[in-house]
């Protein structure tokens, strides 16, 4: 889906994205949206949204638990999820709703300039 969106941006509307922030992008929802599915019993949604040269990803899911992010442990097989999330992301917004939590991320989609929102 992320790919999908990546590739009519760039098509439709001419969004340069760079091979690599495709990538990150694919990997960033798989991570996101496979926590949610794993640990969240009923449904969960995922939004993507293009804001000047930042790809903002969101996913709500049922389960009010908040994410933690554990100490690096580099012999540990799995749940680095959100390591992977933090090191590709250039920010990071979890909040409770009244159902649940929402999870937002920005990846960049290319350099940011000083003016750029």
């Not at 990997?27 to 496979?34: A, K, M």
């Not at 991320?105 to 290319?110: P, T």
């Amino acid at each position: 889906m992320a790919a999908a969106f990546l590739d009519r941006a760039r098509d439709r509307h001419g969004l340069p994205v760079p091979a690599q922030a495709h990538a990150d992008a694919q990997l960033v929802v798989s991570e996101l949206v496979t926590n949610a599915v794993k640990y969240a019993p009923g449904p969960c949604v995922l939004n993507l949204e293009i804001r000047g040269p930042v790809l903002e990803i969101t996913t709500w899911d049922t389960d009010a638990t908040l994410p933690l992010a554990r100490a690096a442990e580099p012999g540990r097989i799995g749940q680095h999820g959100l390591e992977i999330v933090f090191a590709l992301c250039d920010g990071f917004e979890v909040r409770r709703e009244p159902v649940g939590k929402r999870i937002t991320v920005r990846l960049a989609l290319g350099p940011i300039g000083p003016f750029d929102v």
